[in-house]
Nanobody, 123 residues
Framework: QVQLVESGGDLVQPGGSLRLSCVFS????????MAWFRQAPGKQRDLVAG???????NYAASVKGRFTISGDNAKKTVYLQMNSLQAEDTAVYYC?????????????????WGQGTQVIVSS
């Protein structure tokens, strides 16, 4: 059984930075594609970034150049470094892990979800 636990969400001022972490419990971490999604109030859950087991990455257009997804196989952890945060980045951020070779989040429906971590960007 796979479990994902996110952390790192916080209240931050516009222009600030945060790093989210997602710890994977279970076997075969390096066989999973990992992804970050976010959901703002009243909106659907959207892909933010994904990374395959071969370290191929994919980003939503709205975060490209500001956010970086990375993974540490030894720690079974995936990170989301978020820079130049904007009010529009305010959302609950969810980690997802699925077996698949595409970093576009297309396999998330059959994957595992974490409980989410809240990010609020406000002055």
């Amino acid at each position: 059984q796979v479990q994902l636990v996110e952390s790192g969400g916080d209240l931050v001022q516009p222009g600030g930075s945060l790093r989210l972490s997602c710890v994977f419990s279970g076997s075969l971490f390096n066989g999973y594609t990992m992804a970050w999604f976010r959901q703002a109030p009243g909106k659907q859950r959207d892909l933010v970034a994904g990374i395959t087991s071969g370290y191929i990455t994919n980003y939503a257009a709205s975060v490209k150049g500001r956010f970086t997804i990375s993974g540490d196989n030894a720690k079974k952890t995936v990170y989301l470094q978020m820079n130049s945060l904007q009010a529009e980045d305010t959302a609950v951020y969810y980690c997802n892990g699925y077996l698949g070779s595409r970093a576009d989040g297309s396999g998330s429906y059959r994957g595992y979800w974490g409980q989410g971590t809240q990010v609020i960007v406000s002055s």
